[in-house]
């Protein structure tokens, strides 16, 4: 069983920045996928960014070039930056992990960013 603990959401003003994190119970050394997920209201969850255990690095085309996922084994956190950011990203963030096939959830953060 894997716990996973997000923090780091908030209100922002379009352009402003912020920084997620998603800390897990667990050693993360053997987490074959980690990433962050986001729903906005009415719409269905979908895929933000996303790393995977060799190390490959997946972003939402929606994201790329302003978000930066990464990870830190030490601390068994998974971080998700974000900056010039946009009204349409607002929404419920959701960290997930996958260990041995098996999909774990956050409880989730919510970012706003207003116009």
């Known amino acids: 069983q894997v716990q996973l603990v997000e923090s780091g959401g908030g209100s922002v003003q379009a352009g402003g920045a912020l920084r997620l994190s998603c800390a897990a119970s667990t050693s993360i050394f053997s987490i074959t996928l980690m990433g962050w997920y986001r729903q906005a209201p009415g719409k269905q969850r979908e895929l933000v960014a996303l790393?995977?255990?060799?190390?490959?690095?997946n972003y939402a085309d929606s994201v790329k070039g302003r978000f930066t996922i990464s990870r830190d084994n030490a601390k068994n956190t998974v971080y998700l930056q974000m900056n010039s950011l946009k009204p349409e990203d607002t929404g419920i963030y959701y960290c997930?992990?996958?260990?041995?096939?098996?999909?774990?959830w956050g409880q989730g953060t919510q970012v706003t960013v207003s116009s």
């Open positions: 790393i995977i255990s060799r190390g490959s690095i």
């Open positions: 997930k992990m996958v260990r041995s096939g098996l999909p774990y």
